[in-house]
Structures are given as C-alpha cells and as structure tokens.
C-alpha cells in the first residue's frame, strides 16, 4: 500500500466523493453527490489546504482529507482532518492509522501546530493515535466528540 496526494490520481475523486456522500451524508443535509464532488475539486490544486491523501495498491483502499474547517460549527477551529475512510473490506489492517499519520506528517509540514477532528464512535482509534477530547457537542442531531492533537508533541 501506498498513499497518494489525490493530485496524483485525479480519476478516483468522483468514487471518493460516493464513499464520503454514503457514509456522511447526513452530517451535508441537502448535499447532492454531484456538490460533494464539487466541494472535492479544490483538493487537486497544489495547496497543503485543502488535501485529500489517498491509500492505494491495486485498488483504492481509503482517503483522509485535511480542510479548513469541518464543520459549520466551531468556525475558530482549523485545521481540520476530515473523511477518515477506508472501504469495508479493508478495515482493521492498519490503513486508517496509516492515513491518519500522513495527515499529522503533512501538516506539521505546512506549518501547522494542532489539528482538530470529529468523530461520533471512533473516540478509542483516535486516542490511540494521540488525540485528545476537545469537546462534546450535537451536531447535525449526532453526539458527537471534537478531539484535537498537538502536533509538535506527536
């Protein structure tokens, strides 16, 4: 497996922007596909913000996103890892981690001291990576967990 700044392998966004528009879907109330997918375009441009990275071999595997902000709460908070997924048949091998490691690697980087993400159940697979609780709030009617990590201590 290899990861891949989505710059480098533009032809898989539009699958990205389904696994994303699947699974998160009801965090974007009124988000057609067709927007997510346009909401993703800024990811191919040469920037450290907004960045999809993506985990590869012969078939795409996963993606984690790095934003500016993630939610439309919190507004003060950037910047933000985001779109953490890794497709179901191949969960718990360490790809998830992997990416998430990545995002960490490429903001300290661009310069950045601390990132922060959401998550509604995956509070344990964070924390293992050395994220900390921020707060709990509901958003979009989710109990959801913000965690943040400092970067310069990870």
């Known amino acids: 497996m290899e990861i891949f700044d989505l710059q480098q392998c533009p032809d898989v966004l539009t699958q990205l922007a389904q696994w994303h528009h699947d699974e998160w879907g009801d965090y974007n109330p009124g988000l057609t596909l ?9 990811h191919l441009e ?3 913000v907004p960045s999809t990275y993506v985990a590869k071999d012969h078939d795409v595997l996963g993606s984690a996103d790095i934003v500016h902000h ?3 709460i919190h507004q003060e908070l ?19 981690s992997e990416l998430v490691k990545h995002v960490m690697q490429q903001a300290v980087v661009a310069g950045y001291s601390k ?13 293992r ?14 109990d959801v967990i913000i965690m943040t990590v400092d970067l310069q201590s990870s």
């Open 70 to 72: 993630d939610m439309t």
């Open 78 to 96: 950037t910047p933000w890892l985001a779109s953490v997924y890794v497709e179901q048949s191949h969960r718990r091998q360490g790809i998830g």
């Open 46 to 48: 040469d920037v450290a």
């Open 115 to 127: 990132l922060y993400l959401f998550t509604p159940d995956q509070v344990s697979f964070y924390r």
């Open 129 to 142: 990576l050395g994220w900390q609780q921020f707060s709990k709030v509901s958003y979009c009617g989710h």
């Open 34 to 42: 067709e927007q997510r997918i346009q909401r993703m375009r800024p």
